[in-house]
Structures are given as C-alpha cells and as structure tokens.
C-alpha cells in the first residue's frame, strides 16, 4: 500500500495550505515497460461470448438511463441514475446495494459472488454525465436514438454505455460462476474523478480487489497510463459601485486569468517529452462568471484553473507555480481580495501494462474483435488514479471515442457496444478464474 501522503485530498483546501503543510503527492508509478508488447493469439483463449439476449437486454437499460439526468455541480445528484442501474442488477440476479458516503449521494456495488479462491475483479466508472443543452443536437439528448449503426444520448460514452455493457457481463457471469467474485462499483460523483465515490468504494470494508477495469471511452483499447489534474476555484471580491468607483472584481480576475495562462507555454516545455497519446501538461481557465448588470461595477468573479499534470509531475510544485502568480495578482490589485482553495486534485497515472489483467483485457479484446488493441495512454483522467493508489492492477478499457464526449450528437457505435459486453464478460471469466496466491488470501 502507498503511504498515507499519497491519498487523496478532499475538498476545501487551500493551496496555500497544501504548500505550507508541504503535502506531496506523487505521480503513481509501477513496473516500467517497453511500448510493445506480446499478446496471446486469440486462439490460444477460449472464445467466451455473452448471450444474444444479453444485448437486448442492455439497449433496454441505456434506454431507462439516458433520461436520468445526473450533474451534482448544478445540483442534480445521483438517485435517479443509481436506482436505474440498481434496478438492472436486480432483475439479472446480482446483489446490489446502495451506499452513500453522503446523504443523497449513492454509489451503486454491486456483487456477483464466486465459489472461493479465485481473484476479484471490480468494474469501475462515475455515474455522473456533464448536462447538455438541446442546441446542435439532431435529435433529444434525453432520449435513446439507434441509427445509422451508431447509438446517441447524452452521457452514453461518458460512461452510460459503458456502465451498462459492464452490466450486461456481470449478468452473464451469474449464469457461469467462477472462484473469484465480482465487484461492480459505480461511484457517485463526476468530474471530479470519483473523489466521494470510486475512492470510498476502494476503501469499503469488506470487498477484496486483485484488478479493476474503468470503463471510459477508449475504442475497447487498453490504457494503463494517464494524465492528472487540479482543479482550483478562485473567488475575486472587489466593492460594488458605478462605472468609474468601486472596486472592480472582474478587472482583477482578468488580469489574474492572463497571468496564470502565461504560465501555459512553460508547463508545456517542461512536459513535452510526454508520449504522445497523452500529451503534455497544460493549464486554462475554463470557467469565469462575474458581474450583475452592465452598469454597475462587479463586486465579485469566479474563476476556475484547470491545470493538467504531465505524466511525470508532481501536484506540489504545479500549486506552488500558480500560488506565486496569485500573490502578484493580489499586489497589483491590493484592493480586491483573492482567495484560492483546491476542489480537487487526481495524480497522473502508470498501472503495469505487463500485469494479469492488463494481458486479460488486451487478449480479451483481440479475441473478441479479431484486432490486437493499442496498449497506451488517455489523455484525460479518469477512476484508475484511485485504484493505483490503492497499489491495485487497473485499466482502463470502454466502448466510444473520448473526442465525442462533452459535445453535441455523442454517441457510441452498436457494434462496438456489444462487443464491450464480450470483452468484459470474457476478461471476468479469464481473470476470476485465476487463483489467488497464499499469501494475498491470507492478507
């Protein structure tokens, strides 16, 4: 296990006080690996295919969970969409529990329990999808569209496609126990990495995880390594008044906007030796809201700082960097008052590529698509930061392109949504029918 220092920071703390506790948290790292690597050939694996029913099945449930809006940073928290794919569990025979770690916030774990010795494997992703407007859509976000061999809905590659494929598999593996169980663990939560969800869930007592698969967006590819990222919100005040008096909030938090963004080509430099499937660090400033009315001088604005950690930095100096730029901000504007505090924080990610279940998912995926899959990285971050911290196997392997979510028309190709019901159903057989060693059963 990793030592204390390397978990996860929760909300509300400040970046000054991240920096003068001199708390570090470290880039994740395992075995390092050379980029290619020897697959089994899929005849050398048994073919193991889910049911044909089990796909009608699943369009069944996408159909329930695409209008089950979910966004907690507006408000909107996770009940509808958790009873949606609680309900699912139940009706194919697998144990469900609804957990919350907050009131209201449920997480869903679902159990599909194996005859005894063998490894567990957990499915993983967040519950939440970003909320989308009706604009440039061709047709209601909220509501299931097949056509033209494609599958559109709000959230159905971020990860609602994904989740139910898992589904789907588990489904299937009650049918065909295995020695090691099977976890389904969708946690609450979205954007912000799973920080009240996946990472509760790892940390339940009770349930016992050798690997785990994420099922974001990746072209049924294998991804075992990922960039991190911080998120810090900073609140400008400054006193209200008419055009000309007061104090100007918004003026400040432009300048301080510009002077953060002026650290971008430098974050870049230092990272550029990054691969290139995941790119090198960066920060932006993706959210800014001040003012009231155009008369009148804005007395407060709130910016958001997206700063994306390269595979190899570390978050301490990243928040030291940005610190620095706040307190020049504050000295040119020392009427107006700048507060910054960390909203969420996830390491950059290297799993082991070589690992069992990173060998069983890419075999899988080959077997079941004839293709040997890209082993290689995601750009984004995602739930696999949690379990790496846990010193766990993780990868990340799901139906959809990761270009297409957040946007207009997102959608995930048929085909490749019920081929995701054999690779996670064929990798859960392969993987939780391998014994466990003595010595991790005695743990």
């Known amino acids: 296990m990793m030592s204390d220092n390397r978990q996860p920071l929760g909300y509300g703390l400040t970046v000054l006080d991240l920096i003068q506790k001199r708390l570090t948290y470290q880039t994740v790292v395992f075995v390092p690996e050379p980029e290619l690597h020897q697959l089994p050939r899929g005849s050398e694996m048994s073919e193991k295919t889910a049911s044909e029913s089990a796909s009608t099945r699943a369009i069944d449930v996408l159909e329930a969970a695409i209008p089950a809006k979910c966004e907690p940073e507006i408000g909107i928290l996770e009940p509808a969409i958790a009873n949606v794919y609680a309900d699912a569990m139940r009706d194919l025979g697998i144990d469900v529990e609804l957990w919350e770690v907050e009131p209201g916030r449920p997480s869903v774990v679902g159990h599909v329990k194996g005859t005894g010795g063998g490894k567990s494997l957990i499915f993983n992703a967040h519950l939440c999808s970003p909320i989308t407007e009706f604009n440039d859509w061709q047709s209601d976000p909220y509501k299931l569209d097949v056509r033209g061999g494609k599958i559109y809905g709000s959230g159905v590659a971020d990860a609602r496609g994904g989740i139910v494929a898992m589904i789907a598999a588990a489904g299937e593996l009650v ?88 650290l971008d080509p430098g974050i870049v430099a230092a990272t550029k030796d990054a691969p290139s499937d995941v790119g090198p ?34 978050p301490g100096p990243a928040l030291e960097a940005i610190e620095v730029v706040i307190d020049q901000v504050r000295k040119q504007h020392p009427k107006a008052t700048i507060e910054s505090k960390l909203e969420a924080t996830m390491p950059s990610c290297i799993t082991n590529s070589q690992s069992a279940l990173a060998n069983a998912v890419s075999s899988s995926i080959q077997s079941v698509t004839g293709m040997t899959p890209t082993v290689g990285g995601f750009r984004g971050f995602t739930e696999m930061a949690h379990f790496g911290v846990a010193g766990l196997d993780a990868v990340v392997c799901g139906p959809g392109d990761v270009d297409v979510i957040h946007r207009p028309n997102e959608h995930i190709d048929t085909d490749e949504f019920n081929k995701a019901i054999d690779v996670y159903y064929q990798t859960a057989l392969d993987f939780t029918s391998q014994m466990r060693d003595i010595e991790s059963m005695s743990e």
């Open 175 to 262: 049918k065909t126990p295995t020695a090691g169980d099977l976890y389904l663990g969708f946690g609450a939560g979205g954007e912000y990495g799973g920080q009240i969800g996946t990472k509760a869930i790892i940390e339940k007592k009770g349930i016992t995880i050798d690997g785990a698969i994420v099922c974001e967006a990746t072209h049924l590819n294998t991804v075992y390594r990922e960039r991190g990222a911080l998120f810090i919100r900073v609140d400008v005040t400054g006193v209200t008044g008419l055009s000309g008096g007061g104090v100007n909030a918004n003026h400040a938090a432009l300048d301080l906007a510009i002077a953060l963004r002026s």
């Open 281 to 314: 660090g960066a920060l932006n400033i993706n959210l800014m809201n001040g003012g009231t009315f155009y008369y009148n001088v804005p007395d407060r604005c709130v910016l958001f700082v997206d700063r994306r950690l390269g595979l190899y930095e570390t």
